[in-house]
């Protein structure tokens, strides 16, 4: 009876560990595909429809490429993507005024502007990426 006892408490041990091991193996698995899916997900950009973008890299400064629509490859903590607005931005700006009999007088204007898509880094490295706000 002690013989087969101890035969059967060592074949669940056994079974134990190999289970044990395996649950092991399949947490390592998910730590490593985790990590790799976090990865490719901080690499991964997208830039949207009217809209493009300016690199900026830690080492080289602003590239000269401007990316269009559509997803993009950086390379994490090395590359920052800015996005630009190209489409058509109304803008009004309002005047106060006197006139000769000294009534006071409030002019509108109205102004439309876009930047150029092939001026964008040369926008971007001397105005910023708050450009409309400086110019106009």
Known sequence: RRF???????RFEGSDMAAAQALNNLARAA?????????????VYDVDGGFRAVMFDRLRGVQKTVYGEGTHFRIPWLQ???????????RN?????????LQVVTINLRVLSRPQVEHLPDIFSSLGIDYDERVL
């Open 93 to 101: 700006i309002a005047s106060t005024t006197g006139t000769k009999d």
């Open 31 to 43: 730590v490593g595909i985790g990590a790799g899916v976090s990865l490719f997900q901080a690499s």
């Open 80 to 90: 920052t993507p800015h996005t630009f607005d190209i489409r058509m931005q109304p």
């Open 4 to 10: 087969f006892a101890s035969i059967t408490h060592t």
